[in-house]
């Protein structure tokens, strides 16, 4: 069953300088990103997009630096004035709120978890971690026992008498985490949330990123620049390029369906069977001829062909909540391996 929209952005655009209206009728007319910068002297941000955030996933919204990504955030709780469009939360359009509905709005219904930690300096964890009940006007004595839950929660119990500068990177943007979570708000935006972390650290924090969601079940908007990181974390992944999307989708579609030469050498470099999964390449249909063994609809390739050590004969039986759903057959697994591009070029 799908899930209900939760966030919906609808024909959005946004150009920075100091004639956006007269800029926007050169965007509708076929204008580049490049184009408009030397025609107009404005800069094309966001060109319209076009997302469905569903309830309970997780969004993730990538591109190279400068596509866009962050600036789409920050239209979600209004950071940013988009040049036209609509935003939708629970269907109603945020750009018609004022600015006390918008305060209720960051305070209450969305937390963010920002790249540089964002922490008050000369705030203890604890108080960093129960800042956002403390904007809505509830005493340390009343957020102590909330704040200490998440702090504990993301692994830093006993940390909340120390301070930001105490603490490593990772435990830093833990606390982070821990404030969003405190919050209680439905929906987290997550803008480059674990890309200033050491590789083994931004790991475990992916980690616990995934096993929280498989808890709480959030709304969430994650941005990143990292591909490997997308494939892991999304529910629905939106590619961006110069300020437009260029495919979004299910990750395991978009690999195996890539809409454009853009997308192929975006995800030419992928390790492949580490990131497809078993329901992405398995047949439906009947098939007949013995079964070597069961595998998880969620098993990745990797983990199939190390279960058939190699050799291009086994077919496994597809299981989900106990109950066949697939057969995976080996050279399917290979055709799948390979990118569309080279199957093309064969």
């Known amino acids: 069953m799908t899930n209900p929209v939760k966030v919906s952005i609808r024909s959005l655009y946004k150009i ?55 600036t789409l955030i920050r239209h979600l709780n209004r950071l940013i004035e988009p040049t036209a469009g609509e935003v939708l939360i629970d269907g109603e359009n945020i750009l018609e709120w004022n600015e006390a509905q918008l305060r209720q709005m960051r305070r209450e219904t969305m937390s963010m ?37 998440w702090l504990e929660r993301v692994g830093l119990g006993g940390y909340g008498g120390q301070y930001p500068h105490q603490l490593s990177g990772g435990m830093q943007q833990r606390v982070g985490i821990a404030r969003a979570l405190t919050s209680n708000s439905p929906i987290m935006l997550m803008d480059e949330a674990f890309s200033a972390l050491d590789p083994l650290i931004r790991t475990d924090m992916q980690d616990l990123l995934i096993e929280l969601q498989n808890e709480l079940h959030k709304t ?36 195996l369906n890539p809409a454009d030469a853009y ?43 190390a279960k058939a050590e190699g050799a291009m004969s086994p077919r496994f039986r597809v299981m989900r909540d106990g109950k066949p759903v697939g057969t995976l057959l080996m050279p399917d697994i290979m055709r799948a391996l390979v990118p569309a591009s080279t199957n093309r070029a064969a």
């Open 16 to 70: 920075f300088g100091d004639d956006p209206e007269t800029a926007m009728q050169a965007v509708r007319e076929g204008a580049t990103k490049a184009d408009l910068l030397e025609s107009h002297a404005h800069v094309l941000g966001l060109r319209d997009i076009n997302v469905d955030i569903r309830e309970s996933e997780i969004t993730v919204i990538m591109g190279l630096s400068g596509s866009g990504k962050s």
């Open 113 to 149: 978890v920002f790249q540089k930690f964002a922490l008050l300096p000369h705030r203890t964890v604890l108080d960093n971690a129960g800042m956002a009940l403390a904007t809505r006007g509830w005493k340390r004595s009343d957020y102590e026992a909330e704040a200490e839950r």
């Open 263 to 305: 997308i192929e050498d975006f995800v030419a470099d992928i390790n492949r069977a580490r990131v497809l999964r078993a329901r992405s390449v398995m047949r439906t249909d009947p098939i007949e001829g013995e079964i070597s063994g069961d595998v998880d609809y969620n098993d990745n390739l990797e983990s199939v062909i």
């Open 220 to 255: 969430i908007v994650f941005i990143t620049h990292d591909l490997d990181e997308a494939l892991k974390l999304a529910d629905h992944l939106v590619i961006l390029n110069d300020g437009a999307i260029v495919q979004q989708g299910e990750p395991q579609h978009i690999l």
